[in-house]
Each structure stands twice: as C-alpha cells, then as structure tokens.
C-alpha cells in the first residue's frame, strides 16, 4: 500500500496543489495550527471530504510521522455523472451504468471494473465514502480496465439516483429481498444497475428509490454469490438484450 498513500500535513498540500486525484483523506480528530488549516481550505476549494478520525486508525497506514493526515492518491482520475450522463445521451448512446454502494474488498471493486469494461457499461458510480480504495491492488485485478472506465465519485448516492430517474434512466437495485427474476427486466432502456455492499448489501435510501428490485435464481443451498459473480451475471443478461436492440 505504500505506493497508494502520502502523508504529512505539506506533502498532502504540495501533492493537491499539483493536480493529483485524491480518492480518500483521514484527518485527526481536534488537529490544530495553520498547516491544517492551509489544507482544510484546499480540501474546501476542491470538494474534497475528509474523514475525521483517531490517531489510533492513522497510526494502522503508517508508524512514521504521518502530522495527524494521511491521503489516498489514485492514478484513475474521477468524474460526476451530472457532466458525464449529458455526454452519453449526445453521442447517441443509450445509457449503460453500474452503480456500487459501498463495495468495501479491493479485488471484488477490481473484479467488477474490469466485467462493466467488458460488457460495455458506460460509468461506474461510487459513493465518496465507504467504498473501497481505488489503489494498484484494484488496479491490478482489474487488469487495467480502471484506466478504460469513467469513474463518478458521489456524494449521495440517493440524490444520485434522483437525478438519473429525472434524466430518464431506469435504476434496478439487485437484492435478494426482489420478487422479480434479473432476466425479465428491461435492459435495452436507459439504465443502471445497482450492485451493494458484500455483507449488508444495498443501503435502505437507494432500494426505497430505486424503480425496481432483481435478482439471481439460487437453486442450491448456498443462498448467497461473490458480488462480482453475482454483477458479472447481471451486466452480461444486459449487454445480450442490448446486443439485440
């Protein structure tokens, strides 16, 4: 991980400054003096959320003098859906997006990254918190397919989908607690998909807005697939209907 992270109050500054995307920012809780606040104006300017946390979670990424913040840096640069869903409806497209909430495992968030490429999936939209780190282990296990996929970083994922349903997109939130079969819903419409956190799954603001719930059948006694098993299954019904559109 040394590689995916920086820290120190000046070089976390200086690496901003110069343009790096920053997926994640901890900050110690009751930091003081002008450094801090020299960067907690930056992080203002740049919408950048940090997250407030104890010394104790800082010292866990690193034993050296970390000055009370550490950062995440990414090599994948991030968007917002509002700019990017504009440009897909103009090149005559018709809107395919994965939507993750709150993907915590790094390789499940790679796995999935490189399926969405593959299938065609135009973005995928992640929350600005709670998600897994966008560092060279995902990277790696998506094979590359991160540098190949607009990425929109969220700050609601709820809102979010308000503003696609208002766009004219259809959102289907997969979720065990479905009536509905995931291959006998519409993919060929605008759509996303919405795929949810490995043990809690979907967050109750996103299902209660979602247009409609999915499913996997599961006719063995296990009851439950890998996320990114259960999204490649998904993603591909989609791309086969559309492949017939």
Same mark, same amino acid.
């Given at each position: 991980?040394?590689?995916?992270f920086?820290?120190g ?8 400054? @110069? ?33 407030f946390?104890p ?6 990424f690193?034993r ?8 995440f840096?990414?090599d994948?640069p991030f ?5 990017i869903l504009?440009e897909?409806?103009?090149?005559g ?29 135009d973005?995928?939209i992640?929350?600005?918190?709670g ?5 060279s ?11 190949n ?9 709820g ?8 766009s ?9 607690? @479905? ?17 949810g956190? %490995? %043990?809690?799954?979907?967050?109750? %603001?996103?299902?209660?807005?979602s ?13 439950s ?10 993603l591909? %019904?989609?791309?086969r ?5």
């Amino acid at each position: 991980m040394k590689d995916d992270f920086i820290f120190g109050l000046r070089p976390v500054i200086e690496a901003i400054d @110069a343009g790096k995307t920053v997926d994640k920012v901890f900050l110690q809780n009751g930091l003081q003096g002008d450094l801090y606040y020299e960067l907690k104006d930056l992080l203002a300017k740049y919408k950048i959320r940090p997250n407030f946390v104890p010394v104790e979670k800082l010292n866990r990424f690193t034993r050296k003098n970390h000055q009370g913040v550490v950062a995440f840096i990414s090599d994948v640069p991030f968007h917002s859906i509002e700019n990017i869903l504009p440009e897909i409806f103009e090149s005559g497209k018709t809107p395919f997006l994965l939507i993750l909430d709150r993907l915590t495992d790094v390789r499940n968030f790679g796995a999935i990254c490189r399926t969405a490429e593959c299938a065609g999936v135009d973005a995928i939209i992640i929350p600005e918190k709670g998600g897994a780190p966008m560092n060279s282990d995902a990277i790696k296990t998506s094979a590359g397919a991160m540098y190949n996929i607009t990425i929109c970083k969220e700050k609601n994922l709820g809102h979010t989908v308000d503003f696609l349903q208002q766009s004219g997109v259809q959102v289907f939130s997969a979720t065990e607690k @479905a009536q509905k079969l995931y291959y006998d819903v519409d993919f060929t419409q605008p759509c996303a998909i919405v795929m949810g956190n %490995e %043990e809690t799954g979907i967050s109750k %603001e996103v299902l209660h807005h979602s247009d409609e719930k999915i499913k996997l059948p599961m006719e063995g006694k296990t009851q439950s697939l890998n996320v990114s098993v259960a999204c490649g299954a998904i993603l591909y %019904e989609a791309t086969r209907q559309r492949l017939k559109m």
